[in-house]
């Protein structure tokens, strides 16, 4: 299912580009998903608690502007891809700060946004379909890297904390940097310390020690880490730039 949240405070531009989703949508039979509308970004944040996967935002609205609205939807660790609508370029350099995945000009031709969206749904797949191997004592499961908050060693194993769950991996006989190198590999993650990795995108907040995770627990940093790791999720969401 892909949730799409579209926001313009032009009623004419937000009915006219809904209506493209939807027939990009009607477009692809083996694509189901929904479209959300909303007037204002105020409107758009007090409603993020419904996960969208992309966001279609106006640059310029009162109040919450487009780009106010990307960087408070980061962070609050929203991953959705963020595609940018305005008639000006002008803001185009900002987009980035917000890790925007396309900035398109109005007006907006449906081709030019098919095109778009299937990049961005393409994204959208491999990431959630990407995973680790984790070899428990019930056998071998796999792991999605998207549903992984953080990973600790618990004494000589591995504990794979979870949006549905923890997972313990079975002893481990290697370094604890060496057992979760696959994690390593993704952007996604970063090793802090010696026994803990973070996926940036479920961290809302770096205070002191503390790692904000964004189902309201935290985890205790390294004291030595600590600024290193505030310093790398900071970076991560300012350098997650479009890849078009």
Request: with cysteine; net charge negative; hydrophobic share 40%.
């Amino acid at each position: 299912m892909l949730r799409i949240a579209v926001c313009d405070d032009d009623q004419e531009q937000l009915e006219q580009i809904s209506r493209m989703l939807r027939a990009y949508l009607l477009a692809r039979p083996g694509l189901d998903g929904t479209v959300t509308v909303f007037s204002d970004g105020e409107t758009l944040l007090a409603g993020s608690g419904q996960n969208f996967d992309l966001c279609l935002l106006d640059v310029l609205m009162p109040g919450c502007n487009g780009i106010q609205t990307g960087l408070a939807l980061r962070a609050l660790g929203k991953d959705c891809q963020i595609i940018y609508l305005s008639a000006s370029d002008e803001y185009a350099v900002e987009s980035y700060e917000v890790g925007a995945f396309f900035y398109l000009l109005k007006p907006v031709e449906p081709e030019k946004l098919f095109q778009v969206l299937d990049r961005a749904v393409d994204k959208l797949d491999r990431r959630r379909n990407q995973a680790v191997m984790v070899q428990t004592a019930d056998g071998v499961r796999r792991v999605l890297l998207a549903n992984i908050r953080y990973v600790e060693r618990t004494g000589r194993s591995i504990r794979y904390h979870c949006t549905d769950g923890t997972v313990d991996s079975r002893t481990i006989r290697t370094a604890f940097r060496e057992a979760v190198a696959p994690l390593l590999t993704d952007p996604r993650f970063a090793l802090c310390g010696a026994s803990f990795v973070l996926n940036f995108q479920h961290v809302t907040a770096v205070q002191g020690q503390a790692a904000q995770l964004d189902d309201g627990s935290s985890v205790t940093l390294p004291r030595t880490s600590a600024a290193d790791f505030k310093r790398a999720w900071g970076q991560y969401w300012l350098e997650e730039s479009p890849s078009c």
